[in-house]
């Protein structure tokens, strides 16, 4: 029987589909975002010349929990094959947040 779905899903299908749920999650559930992350990743959030690092999940959590999210604007979405089956996606765009 003939699959209804194609063999192989590239990298772009992927970043897009995956940019899609994370950032839906962050603004609608930002208290499921850190699942989105392991226990070796590491979140980086620039504000102007303020920069804040959390590396670990509890951390990328509170961090998460701090942004207090009012709107989402993506503005590109690259990706590309890496090591190991491994896929880098880069987003731009505008996140804002409520004072």
């Known amino acids: 029987m003939a699959s209804l779905f194609s063999s192989s ?5 992927v970043g897009s589909y995956f940019v ?6 962050l603004q609608q559930q ?6 989105f992350y ?3 990743s590491t979140m980086v959030r620039v504000d ?3 920069t804040q690092t959390a ?12 942004l207090h999210l009012s709107g989402i604007e993506i ?5 590309v094959e890496s090591w190991s089956e491994g896929i ?3 987003v731009s765009g505008s996140v804002k947040s409520r004072p």
């Open 38 to 40: 392991t226990g070796s």
């Open 48 to 50: 102007g010349e303020s």
């Open 9 to 13: 899903v590239t990298a772009s299908q």
């Open 30 to 35: 930002p208290q499921f975002a850190h699942q």
């Open 75 to 79: 503005k590109t979405i690259n990706s």
């Open 55 to 66: 590396s670990a999940i509890y951390q990328i959590h509170m961090l998460v929990q701090s």
């Open 88 to 90: 880098i996606v880069v």
């Open 20 to 25: 899609q749920q994370y950032y839906q999650v």
